[in-house]
T-cell receptor, first 112, second 115 residues
Framework: QQKVQQSPESLSVPEGGMASLNCTSS?????YFWWYRQHSGEGPKALM?????GDKKEGRFTAHLNKASLHVSLHIRDSQPSDSALYFC????????????FGKGTSLTVIP | AQTIHQWPVAEIKAVGSPLSLGCTIK??????LYWYWQATGGTLQQLFY??????VESVVQLNLSASRPKDDQFILSTEKLLLSHSGFYLC??????????????FGSGTRLTVL
Protein backbone atom coordinates (compact mmCIF):
# COMPACT_ATOMS: atom_id res chain seq x y z
CA GLN A 1 0.00 0.00 0.00
CA GLN A 2 1.38 3.34 -1.10
CA LYS A 3 1.66 5.58 1.96
CA VAL A 4 2.29 8.72 -0.09
CA GLN A 5 0.09 9.52 -3.08
CA GLN A 6 0.87 12.19 -5.63
CA SER A 7 -1.29 13.90 -8.23
CA PRO A 8 -1.38 14.51 -11.06
CA GLU A 9 0.83 11.84 -12.62
CA SER A 10 1.86 14.31 -15.30
CA LEU A 11 1.43 17.99 -15.85
CA SER A 12 2.16 20.40 -18.69
CA VAL A 13 2.32 24.15 -18.19
CA PRO A 14 3.42 26.98 -20.48
CA GLU A 15 6.64 28.80 -19.76
CA GLY A 16 5.93 31.52 -17.24
CA GLY A 17 2.89 29.71 -15.90
CA MET A 18 2.08 28.26 -12.49
CA ALA A 19 2.54 24.54 -11.79
CA SER A 20 0.72 22.98 -8.84
CA LEU A 21 1.60 19.54 -7.52
CA ASN A 22 -0.21 17.64 -4.79
CA CYS A 23 0.71 15.01 -2.24
CA THR A 24 -1.43 13.20 0.33
CA SER A 25 -0.34 10.81 3.04
CA SER A 26 -2.32 7.97 4.58
CA UNK A 27 -0.16 7.72 7.71
CA UNK A 28 -0.79 10.15 10.57
CA UNK A 29 2.66 9.36 12.02
CA UNK A 30 4.24 11.35 9.22
CA UNK A 31 5.38 14.71 10.56
CA TYR A 32 8.02 15.75 8.06
CA PHE A 33 7.67 16.31 4.33
CA TRP A 34 10.02 17.12 1.46
CA TRP A 35 9.80 17.86 -2.21
CA TYR A 36 12.51 16.42 -4.46
CA ARG A 37 13.20 17.12 -8.12
CA GLN A 38 14.86 14.65 -10.47
CA HIS A 39 16.06 15.55 -13.94
CA SER A 40 16.43 12.67 -16.38
CA GLY A 41 19.52 10.56 -15.70
CA GLU A 42 20.35 12.29 -12.43
CA GLY A 43 19.79 11.60 -8.76
CA PRO A 44 16.91 13.39 -6.98
CA LYS A 45 17.75 16.72 -5.38
CA ALA A 46 15.95 18.12 -2.37
CA LEU A 47 13.97 21.23 -3.29
CA MET A 48 12.56 22.08 0.08
CA UNK A 49 11.35 20.67 3.34
CA UNK A 50 8.22 21.62 5.25
CA UNK A 51 7.51 20.56 8.80
CA UNK A 52 4.94 23.09 10.04
CA UNK A 53 1.42 23.91 8.95
CA GLY A 54 1.17 26.75 6.47
CA ASP A 55 3.27 28.05 3.62
CA LYS A 56 7.01 27.99 3.06
CA LYS A 57 8.44 30.01 0.21
CA GLU A 58 11.85 29.65 -1.42
CA GLY A 59 12.26 31.74 -4.53
CA ARG A 60 9.75 30.64 -7.16
CA PHE A 61 8.74 27.60 -5.10
CA THR A 62 6.05 27.60 -2.41
CA ALA A 63 5.13 24.55 -0.36
CA HIS A 64 1.97 24.29 1.71
CA LEU A 65 1.33 21.78 4.49
CA ASN A 66 -1.94 20.93 6.18
CA LYS A 67 -1.20 18.30 8.83
CA ALA A 68 -4.86 17.83 9.71
CA SER A 69 -5.60 16.59 6.22
CA LEU A 70 -2.06 15.22 5.63
CA HIS A 71 -1.89 17.23 2.43
CA VAL A 72 1.21 18.87 1.00
CA SER A 73 1.37 20.91 -2.17
CA LEU A 74 4.11 22.51 -4.23
CA HIS A 75 3.51 25.55 -6.40
CA ILE A 76 6.06 26.69 -8.94
CA ARG A 77 5.62 30.26 -10.06
CA ASP A 78 6.98 31.55 -13.39
CA SER A 79 7.79 28.01 -14.57
CA GLN A 80 10.90 27.62 -16.72
CA PRO A 81 11.82 24.86 -19.21
CA SER A 82 14.58 23.86 -16.78
CA ASP A 83 11.83 23.02 -14.25
CA SER A 84 10.80 20.10 -16.50
CA ALA A 85 11.53 17.06 -14.34
CA LEU A 86 10.05 14.36 -12.13
CA TYR A 87 8.92 15.70 -8.76
CA PHE A 88 8.66 13.47 -5.71
CA CYS A 89 6.97 14.05 -2.42
CA UNK A 90 8.63 12.32 0.54
CA UNK A 91 7.48 11.84 4.12
CA UNK A 92 8.97 10.50 7.32
CA UNK A 93 8.15 10.09 10.99
CA UNK A 94 11.41 11.90 11.67
CA UNK A 95 12.64 10.17 14.80
CA UNK A 96 16.06 8.49 15.01
CA UNK A 97 16.68 6.39 11.94
CA UNK A 98 14.38 7.72 9.30
CA UNK A 99 12.44 5.61 6.87
CA UNK A 100 11.57 7.90 4.01
CA UNK A 101 8.47 7.15 1.99
CA PHE A 102 8.28 8.49 -1.55
CA GLY A 103 5.29 9.01 -3.80
CA LYS A 104 5.24 7.80 -7.40
CA GLY A 105 6.11 11.25 -8.68
CA THR A 106 4.63 13.91 -10.93
CA SER A 107 6.22 14.47 -14.32
CA LEU A 108 6.26 18.17 -15.10
CA THR A 109 6.80 19.50 -18.61
CA VAL A 110 7.20 23.23 -19.13
CA ILE A 111 6.42 24.14 -22.72
CA PRO A 112 8.48 27.02 -24.18
CA ALA B 1 30.83 20.67 1.96
CA GLN B 2 29.68 17.08 1.77
CA THR B 3 30.06 15.14 -1.45
CA ILE B 4 28.71 11.75 -2.47
CA HIS B 5 30.30 9.76 -5.25
CA GLN B 6 28.78 6.67 -6.82
CA TRP B 7 30.50 4.16 -9.05
CA PRO B 8 30.23 2.99 -11.74
CA VAL B 9 28.04 5.43 -13.64
CA ALA B 10 26.54 2.61 -15.69
CA GLU B 11 26.82 -1.15 -16.04
CA ILE B 12 25.63 -3.66 -18.60
CA LYS B 13 25.73 -7.19 -17.18
CA ALA B 14 24.55 -10.65 -18.10
CA VAL B 15 21.91 -12.57 -16.15
CA GLY B 16 23.63 -14.72 -13.55
CA SER B 17 26.75 -12.58 -13.32
CA PRO B 18 27.91 -10.89 -10.10
CA LEU B 19 27.54 -7.20 -9.32
CA SER B 20 29.17 -4.68 -7.04
CA LEU B 21 28.14 -1.03 -6.80
CA GLY B 22 29.61 1.49 -4.42
CA CYS B 23 29.37 4.95 -3.01
CA THR B 24 31.58 7.15 -0.87
CA ILE B 25 30.54 10.12 1.25
CA LYS B 26 33.14 12.76 2.03
CA UNK B 27 32.90 15.63 4.47
CA UNK B 28 30.45 14.04 6.89
CA UNK B 29 31.31 11.69 9.72
CA UNK B 30 29.04 8.81 10.70
CA UNK B 31 26.17 9.51 8.32
CA UNK B 32 23.11 7.31 7.88
CA LEU B 33 23.53 5.58 4.52
CA TYR B 34 20.85 4.22 2.22
CA TRP B 35 20.46 2.30 -1.05
CA TYR B 36 17.44 2.99 -3.23
CA TRP B 37 16.26 1.37 -6.47
CA GLN B 38 14.25 3.13 -9.13
CA ALA B 39 12.60 1.59 -12.19
CA THR B 40 12.65 3.87 -15.23
CA GLY B 41 10.46 6.87 -14.41
CA GLY B 42 9.25 5.13 -11.28
CA THR B 43 9.17 5.72 -7.57
CA LEU B 44 12.10 5.28 -5.19
CA GLN B 45 12.21 1.98 -3.35
CA GLN B 46 14.43 1.83 -0.28
CA LEU B 47 16.56 -1.33 -0.24
CA PHE B 48 18.97 -1.03 2.69
CA TYR B 49 20.03 1.39 5.37
CA UNK B 50 22.99 1.62 7.73
CA UNK B 51 23.49 3.80 10.77
CA UNK B 52 27.00 2.62 11.63
CA UNK B 53 29.99 0.73 10.26
CA UNK B 54 29.40 -2.98 9.88
CA UNK B 55 25.66 -2.74 10.50
CA VAL B 56 23.20 -2.94 7.61
CA GLU B 57 19.45 -3.46 7.70
CA SER B 58 17.44 -4.82 4.79
CA VAL B 59 14.15 -3.16 3.90
CA VAL B 60 13.08 -5.35 0.96
CA GLN B 61 14.26 -8.71 -0.30
CA LEU B 62 15.50 -8.51 -3.86
CA ASN B 63 18.36 -11.05 -3.83
CA LEU B 64 20.78 -8.21 -3.11
CA SER B 65 23.07 -7.57 -0.18
CA ALA B 66 24.78 -4.50 1.20
CA SER B 67 27.79 -3.83 3.38
CA ARG B 68 29.36 -0.85 5.09
CA PRO B 69 33.09 -1.65 5.40
CA LYS B 70 34.08 1.92 6.32
CA ASP B 71 32.28 4.87 7.88
CA ASP B 72 32.14 6.64 4.52
CA GLN B 73 31.55 3.70 2.19
CA PHE B 74 28.46 1.69 1.25
CA ILE B 75 28.52 -1.30 -1.10
CA LEU B 76 25.62 -3.04 -2.89
CA SER B 77 26.22 -6.46 -4.37
CA THR B 78 24.83 -9.75 -5.55
CA GLU B 79 26.42 -12.99 -6.71
CA LYS B 80 23.80 -13.65 -9.38
CA LEU B 81 21.95 -10.97 -11.29
CA LEU B 82 18.34 -11.31 -12.43
CA LEU B 83 16.60 -9.44 -15.23
CA SER B 84 14.48 -7.73 -12.57
CA HIS B 85 17.58 -6.08 -11.11
CA SER B 86 17.73 -3.65 -14.03
CA GLY B 87 17.13 -0.06 -13.03
CA PHE B 88 18.67 2.98 -11.45
CA TYR B 89 20.48 2.49 -8.14
CA LEU B 90 20.88 5.46 -5.87
CA CYS B 91 23.02 5.84 -2.79
CA UNK B 92 21.92 8.45 -0.27
CA UNK B 93 22.94 9.84 3.08
CA UNK B 94 21.42 11.82 5.92
CA UNK B 95 22.98 13.26 9.08
CA UNK B 96 22.91 10.81 11.96
CA UNK B 97 21.73 13.16 14.67
CA UNK B 98 18.88 10.95 15.85
CA UNK B 99 16.64 13.65 17.21
CA UNK B 100 14.98 15.41 14.29
CA UNK B 101 14.12 15.00 10.66
CA UNK B 102 17.00 15.57 8.31
CA UNK B 103 17.08 15.82 4.56
CA UNK B 104 18.11 12.84 2.46
CA UNK B 105 20.86 13.59 -0.06
CA PHE B 106 21.25 11.42 -3.16
CA GLY B 107 24.19 10.54 -5.33
CA SER B 108 24.09 10.70 -9.11
CA GLY B 109 23.14 7.05 -9.44
CA THR B 110 24.24 3.94 -11.34
CA ARG B 111 22.24 2.78 -14.36
CA LEU B 112 22.19 -1.02 -14.42
CA THR B 113 21.05 -2.99 -17.45
CA VAL B 114 20.80 -6.76 -17.10
CA LEU B 115 20.59 -8.71 -20.36
Amino acid sequence: QQKVQQSPESLSVPEGGMASLNCTSSDRNFQYFWWYRQHSGEGPKALMSIFSDGDKKEGRFTAHLNKASLHVSLHIRDSQPSDSALYFCAASEGTGYQNFYFGKGTSLTVIP
Amino acid sequence: AQTIHQWPVAEIKAVGSPLSLGCTIKGKSSPNLYWYWQATGGTLQQLFYSITVGQVESVVQLNLSASRPKDDQFILSTEKLLLSHSGFYLCAWSPNWGSSAETLYFGSGTRLTVL
